[in-house]
């Protein structure tokens, strides 16, 4: 049995003798084959193999098993950005016509992907408190249901969703739980593990690590029964005629059919493909993330009881600080800690925050997280800007929210920066 230190190193990809070290980089856009009905058996599913880049790529492939296995899941995929993969995940089961139950506290990205642009592809979105009451989580749901979504550690409220209930929620109406698990990576927290069917990921943030290139991930845990659901999700469980009637949940079983599917359709006509030069550098961060993910989580909790201690901030939010509202859930679910985003006001509000950004040495404005480098940024006039003030409440993102990403830089050094940056508030 692999410990997931050694599957960040060595996961995914495994050499015969005298192959590459390193997962090679199959810079190439098409494969060759010796004769046309070859080729013929690929574009029907029935056989496995690579015949164009925007469909599958051996480097792409040897990452998203990398992943898989961090997940403890049966299949995955990546995809260009992480905005793909949240909006493959849930236009795989999702389309005109039906419903989705969605936490109110995910990234900024994703609600507007949601709430406005899969709304307007026919797609309705109820967005529920992750704090509700169990009687508002089952009135959400509507015979059109096809999917619960929410994120592990919302991007940037901190919030930790309760796993475990939403998956029972979801499975009791008969749809799997979609999970965002880009702020956890599967080093903090596996949400399969506690019910979740689908886990997606921005690999643009912890999993590369260091800013250096744009991803995203759909793993699937192979456990839900699309069968057993068979009215709900045609498109897994009745004949696909752009493949010669393909059943995908007959023909690729529970295990393979989600992530078939989304490749075989999904990135087929969208195309939102990782490069293999991409894939690259994001298996060179995840050879890593172990060790740095521990890190980050010490960097950060010693700067949010700092900032706790300081009487220029208003108030702290990092689910590993005792009395944290979300301190018993990351107990639970965070374990071995909650990330490097701390968030927190300054006291006086919008104005203070700006100032103190501005003075700020060794964190970089930035529209960006989960980065070596420590950065910060306010949510309220980037990220969140379209949204209203009852939006930004609803999300909880304040006006005075900062979500600083704490990096893996000396913690004293860091310390001092944020010091020098309150005395000029
Ligand atoms: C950044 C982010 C996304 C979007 O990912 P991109 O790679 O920027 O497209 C989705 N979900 C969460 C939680 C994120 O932090």
């Known amino acids: 049995m ?31 084959y ?25 480097t792409c492939d040897h990452v998203a098993k990398k992943i898989a296995q961090l997940e403890g899941a049966a299949a995955a995929m990546l995809t260009s950005s992480g905005q793909a993969a949240n909006f493959y995940a849930v236009f795989n089961i999702a389309s005109c016509g039906d419903h989705v139950v ?43 249901t096809k999917a619960v979504f929410g994120e592990t550690i919302a991007n940037p409220a901190l919030t930790v969703l309760d796993i475990e209930r939403f998956a029972a929620a979801a499975h009791s109406h008969g749809v799997p739980l979609i999970v965002d698990n880009t702020f956890a ?55 696909d005629e752009s493949y010669h009637g393909v059943t995908y949940a007959q023909r690729f079983g529970k295990e393979g059919a989600f992530i078939t599917k989304a490749t075989a359709q999904l990135m087929r006509d969208f195309g939102s493909m990782m490069s293999p030069q991409s894939a690259f550098i994001l298996n060179l961060g995840l050879e890593s993330l172990h060790v740095r993910m521990e890190r980050h989580c010490a960097n950060a909790l010693a700067v949010a009881q700092y900032l706790q201690s300081h009487d220029k901030i208003a108030w702290v939010r990092y689910s590993g600080l005792p009395g944290d509202a979300y301190y018993a859930a990351a107990q639970k679910y965070l374990p071995q800690g909650s990330c490097g985003v701390v968030s927190f006001g300054v006291k006086g509000g919008r104005q203070a925050a700006e100032t103190f950004m501005k003075h700020l040495k060794l964190g970089t404005i930035a529209t960006h997280v989960a980065d070596a480098r420590t950065c910060c940024l306010h949510p309220a006039s980037s990220t969140h800007r379209q949204m209203n003030d009852a939006e930004l409440a609803a999300a909880g993102v304040g006006a005075d929210l900062v979500r600083l990403s704490v990096g893996l830089e000396s913690r004293e050094d860091l310390i001092e920066d944020l010091e020098q940056a309150l005395r000029t508030v």
Request: glycine share 10%; net charge negative; charged share 20%.
């Open 102 to 144: 969605a936490s109110s506290s995910i990234y900024g990205g994703t609600y507007n992907l949601f709430a406005v642009t899969m709304k307007k592809m026919g797609v309705e979105f109820t967005f529920v408190s992750p704090d509700c009451s169990q009687e508002e989580l089952d009135a959400a749901f509507r015979p059109n």
């Open 185 to 239: 990576t599967p080093i903090l927290c596996r949400p399969i593990q506690w019910g979740a069917d689908i886990v997606t990921h921005s690999t643009t943030k912890y999993m590369d690590g260091h800013a250096a290139a744009l991803g995203g991930c759909i793993v699937d845990a192979g456990n839900f029964d699309w069968m057993a659901h068979a009215d709900k999700f045609p498109g897994l469980t009745t004949p």
């Open 2 to 32: 692999e410990r997931i230190e050694t599957l960040c190193v060595q996961g995914g990809y495994c050499p015969g003798s005298g192959e590459p070290r390193q997962v090679p980089i199959v810079q190439s856009t098409t494969f060759k």
């Open 34 to 58: 010796d004769t046309s009905e070859d080729m013929g058996k690929l574009f029907d599913l029935e056989a496995e193999g690579y015949f164009y880049s925007r469909l599958q790529n051996p």
